[in-house]
């Protein structure tokens, strides 16, 4: 079993993303969120408010150096906050699954860092995982949805922007700093997005897929950022073709209330569709009442769920 902390090397890196390939491709799933594979290739410097864990099953037989080991069998990511919290994410590479990957992963995970304060996802919430968080006395808590809207030819309503607002795209070097502060602004309930830092915008403007075409911004006449929709394209992926993506819409509060929200989602769609991919996707919590029935309206449907599980009380 190899532990790293920190920042992975090149090697785990490489044989991490190669196994979270196999996995989706086996799954329909990601089985690692895009935030774990930005903190696990970051440095100490740029990683943020983040630290890393991994823990990492080689096979057929443990090594010490990935370098000189066969294939990764599983590997399990915690994700630690600074105030001692963490989120667990598990992922077995198919070749070696239901052979007790993930109870050697977990049973580590116990001896070397604990459970305290610790929550875990599981993308796709197979039963497999589900069975997994029981034995250790975990339960769900929180359920994100994936939503698909199943052909982007779809008809969408016309919805103009509220008076006095203009949209535009993203310019890289100069909107970094307002477009962080508009987020923060925007996502004041919401830790996950609201938390993001200069160095994961970094990370992910870095990506093959960022685009500042479909990174939209809607602002005043000052030029003042009031909301935006950051779309994105996940690429061909083996048998399954490209997929727009609604990656993140925000509106900051002073322009809530608007409809500049249904404005940037449906313009954001639009600019998705003319890319002609054959779908668009989201992520948004089932208990987002408003959100869910948004996106209904618009022809979105449930299509899959990931799961986070949590330590159940009294256990």
Same mark, same amino acid.
């Given at each position: +079993? %190899?532990?790293? !902390?920190?920042?992975?090397?090149? /090697?785990? %890196?490489?044989?991490? !993303?190669? *196994?979270?390939?196999?996995? =989706?491709?086996?799954?329909?799933?990601?089985?690692?969120?895009?935030?774990?594979?930005?903190?696990?290739?970051?440095?100490?410097?740029?990683? &943020?408010?983040?630290?890393? *864990?991994? *823990?990492?099953?080689?096979?057929?037989?443990? !090594?010490?150096?990935?370098?000189?080991?066969?294939?990764?069998?599983?590997?399990?990511?915690?994700?630690?906050?600074? #105030? &001692?919290?963490?989120?667990?994410?598990?992922?077995?590479?198919?070749?070696?699954?239901? /052979? $007790?990957?993930? @109870?050697?992963?977990? &049973?580590?995970?116990?001896?070397?860092?604990?459970?305290?304060?610790?929550?875990?996802?599981?993308?796709?919430?197979?039963?497999?995982?589900? @069975?997994?968080?029981?034995?250790?006395?975990?339960?769900?808590?929180?359920?994100?949805?994936? +939503?698909?809207?199943?052909?982007?030819?779809? =008809?969408?309503?016309?919805?103009?922007?509220?008076?006095?607002?203009?949209?535009?795209?993203?310019?890289?070097?100069? @909107?970094?700093?307002?477009?962080?502060?508009?987020?923060?602004?925007?996502?004041?309930?919401?830790?996950?997005?609201?938390?993001?830092?200069?160095?994961?915008?970094?990370?992910? +403007?870095?990506?093959?897929?960022?685009?500042?075409?479909?990174?939209?911004?809607?602002?005043?006449?000052?030029?003042?950022?009031?909301?935006?929709?950051?779309? !994105?394209?996940?690429?061909?992926? &083996?048998?399954?073709?490209?997929?727009?993506?609604?990656?993140?819409? $925000?509106?900051?509060?002073?322009? /809530?209330?608007?409809?500049?929200?249904?404005?940037?989602?449906?313009?954001?769609?639009?600019?998705?569709?003319? /890319?002609?991919?054959?779908?668009?996707?989201?992520?948004?919590?089932? #208990?987002?009442?408003?959100?869910?029935?948004?996106?209904?309206? *618009?022809?979105?449907?449930?299509?899959?769920? #990931?799961? +986070?599980?949590?330590?159940? =009380?009294?256990?």
């Amino acid at each position: +079993m %190899l532990a790293a !902390k920190g920042a992975a090397d090149p /090697q785990l %890196l490489k044989d991490v !993303k190669a *196994l979270a390939a196999a996995a =989706e491709e086996s799954d329909g799933n990601p089985p690692l969120s895009e935030q774990t594979l930005v903190t696990l290739r970051a440095s100490d410097a740029d990683a &943020g408010s983040h630290t890393v *864990l991994a *823990l990492a099953l080689y096979s057929p037989d443990e !090594k010490s150096d990935p370098a000189t080991a066969q294939d990764l069998a599983g590997v399990a990511v915690v994700i630690e906050e600074p #105030d &001692g919290t963490g989120v667990l994410e598990i992922a077995v590479h198919p070749s070696y699954r239901n /052979q $007790g990957v993930a @109870d050697r992963l977990v &049973g580590e995970l116990k001896n070397t860092r604990g459970f305290a304060g610790l929550k875990a996802w599981s993308h796709g919430n197979h039963e497999a995982a589900a @069975d997994l968080a029981a034995r250790y006395g975990y339960g769900p808590v929180r359920e994100l949805w994936k +939503m698909r809207l199943t052909t982007a030819a779809a =008809e969408l309503p016309d919805v103009p922007l509220p008076d006095g607002v203009a949209l535009r795209a993203f310019v890289p070097g100069r @909107d970094e700093d307002a477009w962080l502060a508009a987020n923060r602004a925007a996502f004041t309930h919401h830790a996950e997005q609201g938390s993001m830092t200069r160095a994961d915008l970094d990370a992910r +403007m870095a990506e093959p897929w960022f685009d500042p075409s479909g990174f939209l911004l809607a602002v005043d006449s000052s030029d003042r950022i009031l909301g935006f929709h950051w779309t !994105k394209v996940h690429p061909r992926h &083996g048998d399954h073709p490209a997929i727009g993506e609604v990656y993140v819409v $925000g509106v900051s509060p002073a322009a /809530q209330g608007t409809g500049l929200g249904k404005a940037l989602t449906v313009a954001g769609i639009r600019h998705l569709q003319h /890319q002609g991919l054959h779908a668009v996707m989201l992520y948004v919590d089932a #208990d987002n009442i408003p959100a869910v029935s948004l996106y209904r309206r *618009l022809g979105f449907t449930r299509w899959d769920v #990931d799961v +986070m599980y949590a330590p159940l =009380e009294g256990r």
